[in-house]
C-alpha cells in the first residue's frame, strides 16, 4: 500500500507524475524508445522540454525577461555559481538557518560578504525581521524557506538591489511576485520533482552584470541562457517529471489553489501541536513554515521520541523523524501530499498522546 510520504526531500510526487512517468520509462508516446534512453537533441525530448519551461513559466507567473534553467549540481552548485558570476565586491546575505549558512560560505570565496541579520541566537527558530538592506552591495540572498528548522518568510519583499532567492523548498506552494526577484534558484526534489535536476529563474538583464574573472564555462549563467540548457546533457528523465508535476499542479488549480490547500494542511498540523500536551512546536508562530512543521515532545517526554516515530510508522508515516541538528520530528507536507495524510498523521498524535500521557 501507498505510504504517507512527509519526507524533507526527495519529496512524495504526485500519482498521475509517477503513473506517467512510469510508463515514459518503457515507452516515450509509443515512439519504442525510453525516456531514459532519447536524444536530449531530438524533437520529442525538445518539445518535452518548451513544455516544461513554458508550464513554469505559466504556473508560476514569470514575467517576460527571464531565462528558465533546468540544470544539474543542486541547489548546492549555485551556492558558489551565484557569488562566481555576481559578486563583483560585496554581497548581503540574510543566515535563516543551515543551507544560508551554507551559501554564506561559498559566497566568501568570492568577496565580501556581509550577513545582514541572523537568527542563529535563537538555533534559526525565527525570522529576522530588524535589518535593513543595504544599497552599495552587488545583490542581497535570502532562503525563503528553511527546509531543516521550519521557518519561512511569507511575503515577498522589495530589495534596492538585485534580490535572489533560494526557493529549493517553497517553489510553487504559494504565489510569488516573481518580478520582485532577479533569480529564484533550488533543487527540484523538494516541490518540483525528483532529485537530479535543479531550476534557475534569472533575469536576462542581470547576464550584463557579470564579474570580471575567469569563469570555468559549466558555470556561467550565460553559457547554460545562450544554449536554453543544452550547452551539455541536460537532466532529461527528471526534467520529463517536472513537466508531469506542472502538469498536475496546473490541473488542480494552479498555485492559487496549491496555496489554499498547504494552508489548510498547515493549519490542521500546527494546531493539533498547538493543542497538544505532549507536543511542542520549535519556532516562533509568525514564521512557521507551511511546508516543513517541525515540533518536539515536551521534555518530561522525550524519552518516547523513538516511540512515536514507530507509533507513526505503523500507520504507514514515514519521513516523520526530525532533521539531525534539530532532533524531535518534521512533517513535511509538499504540494502533492494530501490533508488526508496529515490527517492520518494528526490523529496519530493524539492515539499516541491518551496511550501515554
Ligand atoms: C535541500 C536544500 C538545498 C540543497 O539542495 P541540493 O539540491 O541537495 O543541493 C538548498 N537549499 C534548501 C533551502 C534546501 O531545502
Redesign the pocket.
Known amino acids: 500500500m501507498r505510504k504517507h510520504i512527509f519526507n524533507?526531500?526527495p519529496c512524495i510526487l504526485s500519482d498521475t507524475a509517477r503513473e506517467n512517468t512510469a510508463k515514459a520509462i518503457i515507452d516515450l508516446d509509443g515512439i519504442g524508445q525510453s525516456i531514459m534512453e532519447v536524444s536530449h537533441r531530438s524533437k520529442e525530448f525538445v518539445a518535452i522540454f518548451d513544455e516544461t519551461v513554458e508550464l513554469f513559466k505559466e504556473v508560476l507567473g514569470i514575467p517576460d525577461g527571464y531565462s528558465v534553467l533546468f540544470l544539474g549540481?543542486?541547489?548546492?552548485?549555485?551556492?558558489a555559481m551565484i557569488p562566481f558570476n555576481f559578486l563583483k565586491t560585496k554581497a548581503a546575505y540574510l543566515n535563516t538557518?543551515?543551507?544560508?549558512t551554507?551559501?554564506i560560505k561559498e559566497a566568501k570565496l568570492f568577496g565580501e560578504v556581509n550577513v545582514v541579520a541572523s537568527s542563529e541566537d535563537k538555533g534559526f527558530n525565527y525570522i529576522p525581521k530588524d535589518y535593513s538592506i543595504p544599497e552599495d552591495i552587488d545583490y542581497f540572498h535570502i532562503?525563503?524557506?528553511?527546509?531543516?528548522k521550519g521557518t519561512e518568510i511569507h511575503e515577498d519583499m522589495d530589495s534596492p538591489v538585485p534580490l535572489f532567492a533560494?526557493?529549493?523548498?517553497?517553489i510553487l506552494s504559494r504565489p510569488v511576485d516573481v518580478a520582485k526577484y532577479d533569480m529564484i534558484y533550488?533543487?527540484?526534489?523538494?516541490n518540483l520533482g525528483p532529485?537530479g535536476v535543479?531550476f534557475v529563474i534569472i533575469k536576462d538583464a542581470l547576464l550584463d552584470k557579470v564579474a570580471d574573472r575567469a569563469i570555468p564555462t559549466m558555470l556561467k549563467y550565460k553559457t547554460h541562457v545562450d544554449k536554453g540548457s543544452m550547452f551539455n546533457t541536460p537532466p532529461v528523465t527528471p526534467i520529463f517529471v517536472v513537466r508531469e508535476t506542472l502538469k498536475w499542479l496546473k490541473s488542480i488549480g494552479g498555485v492559487n489553489e496549491m496555496y489554499k490547500l498547504n494552508k489548510a494542511k498547515a493549519e490542521l498540523l500546527y494546531n493539533a501541536i498547538d493543542d497538544s500536551k505532549m507536543f511542542v512546536g520549535t519556532v516562533a508562530k509568525e514564521d512557521r513554515s507551511l511546508m516543513?512543521i517541525c515540533f518536539v515532545l515536551k521534555d518530561e517526554y522525550k524519552e518516547k521520541e523513538a516511540d512515536f516515530v514507530k507509533f507513526a510508522g505503523e500507520r504507514n508515516c514515514v519521513g516523520i523523524k526530525g532533521h539531525r541538528s534539530v532532533g524531535g520530528f518534521r512533517a513535511s507536507c509538499y504540494n502533492a501530499l494530501s490533508i488526508d495524510s496529515v490527517q492520518v498523521l494528526v490523529d496519530a498524535m493524539r492515539d499516541f498522546e491518551k496511550a501515554n500521557l
Request: proline share 0%.
Open positions: 524533507a526531500g549540481g543542486g541547489a548546492s552548485t549555485q551556492f538557518g543551515t543551507w544560508s551554507k551559501a532562503t525563503t524557506n528553511n527546509t531543516i533560494d526557493m529549493s523548498s517553497d533550488g533543487g527540484a526534489q523538494k532529485a535543479t516543513n
